[in-house]
């Protein structure tokens, strides 16, 4: 079965400094990978995607992430962060019928 | 706004009780996905309809859980006699059936507090 492992459950980070979240997936087949913030009490909201084609993927608010398909890994970086970006961040996988695999979820606390 | 919107936005419960949620998904999207998230998780997916047609059930749907999407636009989730394990946001999701975006828009969820 596909799945994603997010492996930091938490990421403190200063502002203006850069982030990287990692998340590792595991699937035998071809993969469709996503990443989400949440806002507290907000829902899900998405930052990226990867489909297929080029492996470095753009995002909203200036996220970036990198398929490697010999890592099995899709992680989220962003090179400058903000206040604002104090959420949880969670990588998902596709199923069938476009059902969403999540991971536990890293959040991303931002202090000045 | 035309975004999915979720009813109520919090629900404070008695164990034993019968609770109802409901979803409005976006008015041309014909996917409607239902989710759990509980504290510190991921959400997990609970079950979906292709317009009225409830098409999979996660194993986590116990029969204590009903879903029902009548007319094939609004969906409501269904839990009879809460349980404390109940306890958690459940997020709405909807998407077109057709079409290369596989983006689900998501509702800013309901969360269940049983006592």
């Known amino acids: 079965a596909q799945s994603v492992t997010q492996l930091d459950s938490q990421v403190p980070v200063f502002e203006e400094a850069p982030v990287e979240l990692r998340c590792n997936y595991s699937?035998?087949?071809?993969?469709?990978l996503f990443w989400y913030v949440q806002y507290p009490n907000q829902g899900l909201q998405l930052l990226l995607k990867y489909l297929s084609g080029s492996t470095l993927v753009k995002g909203i608010n200036g996220f970036e992430a990198e398929f490697n398909k010999s890592q099995t890994s899709f992680h989220l970086r962003k090179p400058s962060v903000h206040i604002s970006d104090t959420a949880e961040y969670f990588c998902?996988?596709?199923?069938?019928?476009?059902?969403?695999?999540f991971g536990a979820g890293t959040t991303v606390t931002v202090r000045a | 706004d035309t975004g999915v919107s979720q009813n109520p936005r919090h629900k404070i419960t008695k164990r034993g009780q019968n609770v109802t949620f409901r979803c409005d998904p976006i008015?041309?999207?014909?996917?409607l996905y239902w989710y759990r998230q509980t504290l510190g998780q991921g959400p997990e997916f609970l079950t979906y309809f292709q317009n009225e047609a409830q098409l999979e059930k996660s194993r986590l749907l116990s029969d204590r859980f009903s879903a029902e999407r009548p007319k094939g636009s609004f969906s409501t989730l269904e839990i009879q006699r809460t349980e404390q394990g109940d306890s958690a946001m459940y997020l709405c999701?909807?998407?077109?059936?057709?079409?290369?975006?596989?983006?689900?828009?998501f509702g800013p969820g309901t969360r269940l507090t049983v006592l």
């Open positions: 999701a909807s998407r077109e059936s057709s079409g290369g975006l596989y983006e689900q828009f």
């Open positions: 008015s041309e999207h014909n996917r």
């Open positions: 998902a996988v596709r199923l069938s019928d476009y059902k969403l695999s």
């Open positions: 699937s035998s087949v071809s993969v469709y």
